[in-house]
């Protein structure tokens, strides 16, 4: 029994590790990695591990959504650093609107690093009217 994907199922063909890793330019040890901490899915099928386009497109979407996440942390500290450093009330106050401003964004896209299905139409129901 062979495997065939049709022009649809694209995302879903199997692809070993070492082909996801050519195909996406990344390390093989990385995907290894990412497999083995749950942030990629990985499948075993006899003594080779596979997994998906998809997969680790949404695998390198949740890491760009993570790193944002970081780097709005980094932005946060540098405006209560610098709220704490002025003496002026107005610039304190500035600094401060901004580190909330920025401890807000991390907080979105950690939860968007949570999401982990596609949001669009179709995984709406449909009697929901969201769609």
């Known amino acids: ?23 996406f330019g990344l390390p093989i040890a990385t995907l290894r990695e990412e497999g083995a901490r749950g942030r990629l899915t990985v499948y075993r099928i006899g003594k080779w591990f ?25 932005h946060a500290a540098a405006c209560d650093r610098k709220a704490q450093r002025t003496d002026d009330p107005v610039a304190r106050e500035l600094w401060k ?16 690093a949570q999401i982990s299905f596609p949001l669009n139409a179709e995984s ?8």
């Open 50 to 74: 596979y997994t998906t386009p998809a997969d680790v497109d949404h695998m390198v979407r949740r890491r760009r959504i993570e790193f944002m996440a970081q780097v709005c942390r980094r």
């Open 124 to 131: 709406f129901h449909p009697r929901l009217g969201l769609g």
């Open 97 to 112: 609107e901004r580190e909330k401003c920025w401890a807000n964004m991390e907080e979105s896209y950690t939860l968007s």
């Open 1 to 23: 029994m062979s495997f065939e994907s049709g022009p649809d199922d694209s995302d879903r063909e199997r692809l070993t590790l070492k082909q996801a890793a050519e195909r």
